[in-house]
C-alpha cells in the first residue's frame, strides 16, 4: 500500500519510500512463522502422544487387575476400542480445542491492544465479535455435539466388536450360512457411524459460517471506522490494510477451535467409556496387612464349596477337600462343567470361594497380596495368547530378567529347543499375529516355556493340550515331567494320560482318588 501511494505521488516521492524494510520483514516473518508451526507441532504432538501412552498404560492395568466375571461384560471388540479408538479420541482435548484455543485468545489479545493503539473505535466491536466466534459458537457446538459424538465412538466400538467376532467366528458363520444376517447387522453400524460423522461434519460447516460471518463484521468495523480515521489523517493507510490483514488471520486462529468442539463429543463419550474402566473396583482386593507367603509349601484345599453369583443355585463345587503337596503331579478330570477350570481360577485366587479356604504353606490365600501369590502360582490357560513379536519377546513375559540361557533353558524343557536353533534368526524369529507362523503345538510348547521361565513353585494346566492331534497331545504329555521337574503341577483335562505323566488323577464328578 504505501509503495502504492508512494508511486502515485511522484518519482521523489517513491524514491523516498524503502521498499527493502517491508520486503525483508514479510521474509523473516516467513521463516519465523516456519520454524514456530513446526516447534509448536513437535512439542504439541510429543506432549500428546507420551500423555496418550501414559493414559493406555493406565487403563490397561485398570483392565488387569478386574476379574474375569468383570471383564465377561464387555465384548472383545469393545475392550480393544476402548484402548485403541477411546484413547485416540482425547488428542482432541489438547491438539484440537486446548492448543488452538490458547493460541486464539493470546492472539485476540494482542489484536485488540493493537486497534486500542490505533483505531479505538473498531476495538470493542472487533473483540465482541471475536470472544463470540471463539468462545461463544464453540460453546454452542460443543452442545450439540454431543449426542452425535456419544454415537460415533459406540458405533465405532460396535464395528470393531463385529469385525473381530467375525474374524474369530468365520468358520462358524459359514457353516451356519449366517453371513447374511451378518453383513446385515454390520451395515446398519455402520450407517449409524455414517450418520453420526455427517451430523458432526454439518456442525462443523455451521460453525465455520458463523466464523465467516464474525469475520465479516469485524472487517466492516475496520473498514467503517478506519477510513474516516485516514480522512482525518488519524490513521495511516498502509497501517489500515495491515489491521485488515490482521483481523483475516486473527479469525483464521478459530477455525481449529470450531472443528475440536464439533469433535469434543466423541472425546467426551470416550473420555466416559475410559472412566467406567479406571474408575472399577475388582472384586477381589488384597487385605490392609497382607501376610508373606513361603516360598514353597502344601496347596490345601479345604471344605471349598463355590457357585457363581450370577447362578447361586447352580453350586460348582460343594465340599472339595485336596492336597498338593510341593513337587507333586496331580489331574484333575471329569466332564465339562465339573469344575475343573474353577477350581484351578480358586486356586490362583481368580475368584473367592463362598465357603472353605485355599491354603499355600498354611497360609490362607486371602490373607496375603495378590502379586505375591501370583509369583508362587502360575497358570497355563488353554486360550493361552501368543503375542505379535518374536520368540524372545514373548518368552520374556514368564521373566522379564530372563537372560538368553534361561530362555534356552525354558525352550529345552519345553522340547522345542531344536526348532528355534533351527531358525535363521533364532530367538529373534518374528512368529506373527497370534504366533501364525508356528504349529499348533510348537504354539503349545512356546506358550509351556513361558510359563516354565515363571519363577512360580505351582504350575497350573488348563487343557494345555486343547486343539492338539493324538500324537502331538501324547508327546505333550509324556514330556511333562522332565519339564516340570521339582514343581507342583495340577493338570485339568480330557486328554488320556501316558503312564508317568502324573502321579494321581483325581476325578471331580467322583471325589474318589485313583493311581495314576
Known sequence: TGAALAGAASASAAQAFNLFVPSALVRGFSFIRIGARYAERLAGHTATLHLLAELRGTLFRSLARLSPRQLARYRAGDLVARLTSDVDALDTLFLSLMAPLLTALTAGL????CLVWQLPAAAWIVATAFLAACLLVPAVLLYQAKAPGRTAQDSAAQLRAAVQEAVEGHADILALSLSASVRLHFDAACSQASRARNTQAGLSAIG??????????????ILWTGLDAVEHGLL?????????????????TIGPVVRGATRMGATLAALTRIEA?????????????????????????????FAYPEAPDRVILDGIDLDFPPGSRTALTGISGSGKSTLLHLLLRIDDPQAGSICFGGIDVRNCA????????????????LFLGTIRTNLLIGDPHADGGALWNALEAARLCSFVRSLPHGLDTWIGETGAGL????????????????????LLLDEPTAGLDAGTEAEFLADLPRATRGRTVVLATHAALPAGAVERSISLDAPSEAPA
Open 110 to 113: 494482542v489484536m485488540t491492544i
Open 208 to 221: 465455520q459460517s458463523a466464523i465467516h460471518a464474525a469475520t465479516g463484521a469485524a472487517m466492516l468495523a
Open 236 to 252: 495511516q493507510p498502509p497501517l489500515l490494510a495491515g489491521l485488515l490483514l490482521a483481523a483475516l488471520g486473527l479469525f483464521e
Open 277 to 305: 474402566i479406571t474408575g472399577a473396583e475388582s472384586d477381589l482386593h488384597d487385605p490392609p496387612k497382607p501376610v508373606k507367603l513361603p516360598q514353597t509349601g502344601t496347596l490345601q484345599v479345604r471344605g471349598v464349596r
Open 370 to 385: 495378590q502379586g505375591d501369590l501370583h509369583r508362587r502360582i502360575a497358570l497355563l490357560a488353554q486360550d493361552a495368547p
Open 439 to 458: 504349529s499348533v503345538g510348537q504354539a503349545r510348547r512356546l506358550a509351556l516355556a513361558r510359563v516354565l521361565l515363571s519363577p512360580a513353585d505351582v
